[in-house]
């Protein structure tokens, strides 16, 4: 959750300087970082399904089966 609170606020960074300096380049770099946040988030629910493929729930109260 942290890591995309970053990503998009490296976003309002590069459209708020594109839109000041009047240059494109900011634009297609913030296009490109939504990308990668949406590639990481569609691995992060991946892992969570194979998680609860192999144990049948998402619960995490017994902390020593996440050890394995």
Do not use: H, P, W
């Not at 009047?22 to 770099?29: A, F, K, R, T």
């Not at 892992?47 to 609860?52: N, P, S």
Request: positive net charge; aromatic residues 12%.
């Amino acid at each position: 959750m942290g890591i995309e609170l970053m990503l998009l606020c490296i976003n309002i960074n590069f459209l708020t300087l594109s839109a000041y300096f009047n240059d494109y380049s900011g634009q297609i770099m913030s296009l490109l970082i939504l990308t990668v946040a949406a590639s990481e988030s569609a691995i992060g629910i991946a892992v969570i399904i194979c998680y609860y493929k192999l144990r049948g729930n998402i619960s995490y109260n017994n902390k020593a089966i996440l050890r394995y």
